[in-house]
């Protein structure tokens, strides 16, 4: 074509040649023009715009899953972890839908609505799980020790108090309701709902037999566990409409139709380039310039792929972290939940597993298993003289020197309040279980002063023993209320004492033993 015109251009007069001289640099000029701004259509940095917060928002959004994930099973708080990211996630989703409005195509915006009401939807879903999810875990964090305290409570004068069978029918409840609302937790359905109502019947049809103090636990324990019977099927429901909205699809989804629509828009470019080039040598030029632009298009993405890594690394490293951090918390509630955080002494329920134990191995051996049911004298004084930060010391000071004085193999345990209990296996005879004791009555005795303060202290035991196979048949249960009341025979003597109760069995004169 520029060869005709240079051809037509020569066989006219100079005049008209330069006129249509002029006119073909004219048109090529609106061509080139033309070609350029067709070329020039769609702009990698847009582009390079909108995969940056589409990458952002994803990352957001995969945040916010895993915030949710974590206030269901207990490790982070709900509200705020919930919260904290969405400004930003909005502010992306407006900037993408700026991006989408300056595109051609219809599918670009389908993709873009959806994922906007995607949005939305699970924000407010958000919400609702944030409202309930604090009362669910409050509830599934107090049951356990709460079910503890009740146990001890049946272990102590309530126990003794109420019909036996009675205890040990609301023991038995206890624990049913303990497993079966761990159960329901993990895994919630109607038999399991309907089981743990059935349990908590049971528990409330015993309140008469207790005192108003145990009474109203019991009130609270049953009303905890309706809160949980509530909440975590409703809290399920939220998760799984909160996984429903599938915002990873639909940023997936917004993602292919904008690449689709720009890589069309790039093939309308690349066709336009290649008529720029056959005209001029501008064209070389232009082509070098949208090189260099490309270029650094790709170097923004390698530094954005490389930025991404490394966040990736990062929160593969937090995750690593979070895990470990997660299992030392694991053991660290494993130990609380066997020992007295006060004394670091066992508490009554790792109590009652170490006895069960050597009530079976007396069972074996024909050996004897010795109880002693400790309960301070003068303590309350201390306490209301000096105050509970004292009387914490004198706790903390009775449990170390009773401890000194105790074998390796024996067991001390704080049942509560200032009622501790000794366990001694392997015992030889009567006397040596007696001077046990009197060396924990002397260690006791020897807390004259704490914090500064003048104490006076002494204490009030129990002791009852089983033998072999009489003994294990007998149980633990036993075991714990006979010294439990012989401690109160000790008490009504006096005080400052110790009293055997008559149930106690011993070894015959000569047999083996350690005390």
Do not use: C
């Not at 599918?107 to 939807?121: E, G, I, N």
């Not at 998760?239 to 690449?259: K, S, V, Y």
């Not at 049911?373 to 000071?397: C, E, P, R, S």
């Not at 002791?463 to 209320?481: P, T, W, Y």
């Amino acid at each position: 074509m520029v060869a005709v015109l240079a051809q037509r251009v020569a066989s006219l007069r100079p005049r008209r040649r330069l006129q249509l001289a002029g006119l073909a640099v004219l048109v090529l000029a609106l061509l080139l023009a033309f070609f350029y701004i067709r070329s020039e259509a769609a702009d990698p940095e847009i582009r390079n715009d909108v995969l940056l917060n589409l990458r952002e928002l994803e990352k957001l959004d995969a945040e916010w899953d895993a915030n949710i994930l974590r206030a269901h099973i207990g490790r982070a708080p709900a509200t705020a972890a919930l919260t904290t990211q969405l400004p930003r996630m909005r502010e992306l989703t407006t900037r993408l839908g700026e991006a989408v409005t300056a595109t051609s195509g219809a599918p670009v915006r389908t993709a873009y609505s959806l994922l906007r009401d995607a949005m939305q939807r699970k924000e407010l879903l958000a919400v609702q799980f944030g409202r309930h999810n604090p009362p669910l875990r409050e509830a599934l964090v107090y049951l356990p020790p709460a079910v503890a305290d009740l146990k001890t409570e049946l272990g102590g004068i309530e126990g003794a108090l109420a019909p036996a069978r009675l205890v040990v029918r609301l023991d038995a409840s206890l624990n049913a309701l303990l497993t079966e609302i761990l159960r329901y937790n993990v895994t919630p359905n109607p038999p399991l709902a309907a089981r743990i109502d059935e349990i908590l019947g049971d528990i409330a049809a015993q309140q008469i037999a207790f005192s108003p103090a145990v009474v109203e636990k019991m009130d609270a324990l049953i009303k905890t566990s309706r809160v949980i019977l509530v909440k975590r099927p409703l809290e399920n429901r939220l998760e799984a409409h909160i996984a429903a909205t599938a915002t990873g699809a639909a940023l997936d989804r917004l993602g292919r139709e904008f690449d689709r629509a720009f890589d069309t828009e790039l093939a309308v470019r690349e066709r336009y380039r290649g008529y720029l080039f056959g005209y001029s040598a501008f064209l070389l030029l232009l082509l070098a310039y949208a090189g260099m632009r490309l270029r650094r298009s790709y170097r923004i993405i390698g530094e954005v792929n490389h930025r991404l890594q490394a966040a990736n690394e990062n929160l593969e490293h937090r995750v690593a972290e979070r895990t470990a951090e997660l299992e030392a918390q694991s053991k660290q509630l494993e130990r609380l939940a066997q020992h007295d955080s006060l004394t670091g002494l066992i508490n009554y329920r790792q109590l009652t597993r170490l006895l069960e134990r050597a009530l079976a191995r007396a069972n074996r051996r024909d050996s004897v298993v010795v109880i002693m049911f400790i309960d301070l004298d003068g303590f309350k004084a201390v306490n209301d003289t000096y105050g509970h930060a004292t009387g914490d010391l004198v706790l903390q000071m009775v449990a170390r020197r009773v401890q000194e004085k105790l074998r390796a193999e024996d067991a001390l345990a704080r049942l509560g309040g200032d009622e501790f209990v000794i366990m001694l296996e392997e015992v030889a005879s009567r006397e040596g279980a007696l001077r046990v004791a009197q060396l924990a009555l002397d260690q006791i005795r020897s807390v004259t002063e704490a914090d500064g303060n003048p104490v006076t202290i002494s204490a009030s035991i129990g002791i009852s023993s089983a033998r072999g196979h009489l003994g294990a048949a007998r149980g633990s249960a036993a075991l714990l209320a006979e010294a439990d009341k012989a401690m109160y025979d000790a008490k009504s003597s006096g005080k400052g004492g110790f009293v055997v109760s008559p149930s106690a069995q011993w070894l015959a004169p000569g047999q083996g033993g350690a005390h």
